[in-house]
């Protein structure tokens, strides 16, 4: 069994998640090819998977769905009819319709979707002052980490023979969750910046930004390209790099959503079969 794993980890939490995958997939017996498409580079020519038998993709859940570089880059795939699993880390708010849009996507390219699964993580926006999941993920997410693959792994081979099955689909439509990611532009007002402050030039947030929004020279995100993953602010080891202070937004996020500190916390990773 040949699987063909990707990724796309801005800050490291979808990252973490997927090595554990990958090893108890090996563990299990597979040959497993995993690799980093967050980079730019990574993304521009078309993978093909020809010689594996199974594709896995793992994503973190950025308003609602997976990442818009993601959703078009997964587009472009060939499935040819394999098998495929999918896995996504979010900050402990709004999961869905995420694993429902993105098992579309990867059906409209070719494959059958046998399994999905949720994994807490913390939440990028904590990079502005935020505090959700703040220890996330732990043990016992990486432990459903492991089960996910074990699952996933009998879907593959054909040992278990189910494919994934219905999944909540939220009402909303594919434009309003185009307009709800503009929360984004709403609470990151100052999108990654470091004020004209002198930094050493080390060039990583432009290295690790996955849409070539980062001016190095000028220390400046550009608005029509920036994706607000933070990629860049977590990347800067002189901590330079910043966005607006989002302290304020954090109990009227928690209020919005109808959740406390504790109750986020009480949230659980999952599988979906
Ligand atoms: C632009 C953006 C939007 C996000 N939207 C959500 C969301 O809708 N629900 C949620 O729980 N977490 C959300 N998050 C948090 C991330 O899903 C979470 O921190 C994820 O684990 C980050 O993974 P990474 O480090 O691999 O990039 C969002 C993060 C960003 C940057």
């Known amino acids: 069994m040949k699987i063909r794993m990707v990724f796309f980890s801005a800050t490291g939490v979808t990252e973490s998640v997927a090595r554990v995958i990958r090893d108890r997939f090996a563990d299990l017996g ?22 594996y ?13 997976a990442p818009r570089v993601v959703r078009e880059w997964l587009g472009g795939l060939a499935g040819g009819g394999r098998k495929a699993a999918m896995f996504f880390t979010y900050g402990g708010f709004s999961v869905h319709p995420t694993h429902h849009s993105t ?11 046998v399994s999905s699964a949720e ?5 990028t926006f904590n990079l502005g002052g935020w505090a959700a999941m703040a220890d996330r993920p732990n043990d016992d997410d990486f432990a459903v980490a492991r ?27 594919e434009e309003a969750l185009d307009n709800f990611e503009l929360f984004r532009f709403a609470a990151v007002t100052q999108l990654p910046t470091r004020d004209g402050m002198e930094c050493s030039m080390c060039m990583k947030c432009g290295d690790v930004c996955p849409t070539g929004a980062m001016d190095v020279q000028k220390g400046e995100a550009d608005r029509q390209r920036c994706i607000v993953c ?6 800067c080891p002189e901590g330079i790099l910043r966005i607006n ?29």
């Open 103 to 113: 098992r579309e996507i990867l059906a409209a390219s070719g494959f059958s979707v």
């Open 245 to 273: 202070d989002l302290r304020a937004l954090w109990p009227m996020k928690l209020q919005g959503e109808g959740e406390t500190e504790e109750s986020l916390n009480m949230k659980v990773s999952k599988v979906y079969l």
């Open 30 to 51: 597979a040959e497993v090819v995993c690799s980093d498409i967050t980079p730019v580079e990574s993304r521009k020519e078309q993978m093909t998977l020809d010689g």
């Open 230 to 235: 933070l990629g860049c602010v977590a990347a």
């Open 119 to 123: 994994f807490l993580g913390k939440h």
């Open 147 to 173: 089960l996910f693959a074990e699952k996933t792994y009998r879907r593959f081979t054909g040992e278990d023979p189910g494919v994934l099955g219905d999944l909540e689909k939220t009402a909303h439509s």
């Open 53 to 65: 038998d199974a594709f896995v993709i793992g994503a973190p859940i950025h308003s609602n769905r």
